[in-house]
């Protein structure tokens, strides 16, 4: 199955998933965002509310493994993704993290960037939730994050 989804004036054309890694299919009702270069998708074990990762396409375990412009997408998409927690929260802080390694904590082998907007301090008092959550509340968040990133394009 193909889907075709508008992205400001481009086309973009995908498969009916986008392989996280070597081996985690993350299903376009997760995604709520795409370019050429990333996808920015809702996580199946937030922190916090609104925690999203943002990755490339290309599968590479450590940011060492990235061209130039794949690194620039991400930090770009990323600064796209923050910007529109930070309206959907209305906070300011946003807490990045890229874990480049088993080593330094990653558990999937695709660099990616965790976006976790910083509530009232959550973050401080946030426990990794030992359930994952279900398709239906990952598609309903990401639905919600697509329509703040449309209000936030017809600015």
């Known amino acids: 199955m193909l889907t075709t989804i508008r992205m400001d004036s481009n086309r ?3 498969q009916d998933h986008f392989m996280f890694g070597p081996k ?3 299903l376009p009702e997760q995604i709520f965002y795409q370019n050429e270069h990333t996808v920015a998708f809702v996580n199946l074990r937030p922190v ?6 943002v990755c490339p396409r290309k599968v590479a375990p ?3 493994d990235l061209e130039q412009i794949e690194l620039f997408e ?3 998409t990323t600064q796209l993704v ?3 927690l930070s309206v959907f929260y209305n906070t300011e802080n946003i807490h990045y993290t890229i874990q480049d390694g088993p080593n330094a904590g990653q558990t999937v082998s695709q660099v990616h960037m965790h ?3 910083g509530i009232d301090q959550e973050i401080l008092k946030a426990e990794i939730y030992n359930k994952a959550r279900t398709l239906e509340d990952m598609q309903q968040e990401a639905v919600q994050y697509k ?3 449309q209000l936030l394009s017809d600015i």
């Open 12 to 14: 973009i054309t995908i």
């Open 24 to 26: 985690i299919k993350i």
């Open 48 to 53: 916090v509310p609104g925690h999203v990762l």
């Open 62 to 64: 450590l940011i060492k």
């Open 74 to 76: 991400v930090m770009k």
């Open 82 to 84: 923050s910007t529109m």
């Open 115 to 117: 976006i976790l907007p």
């Open 147 to 149: 329509e703040q990133l």
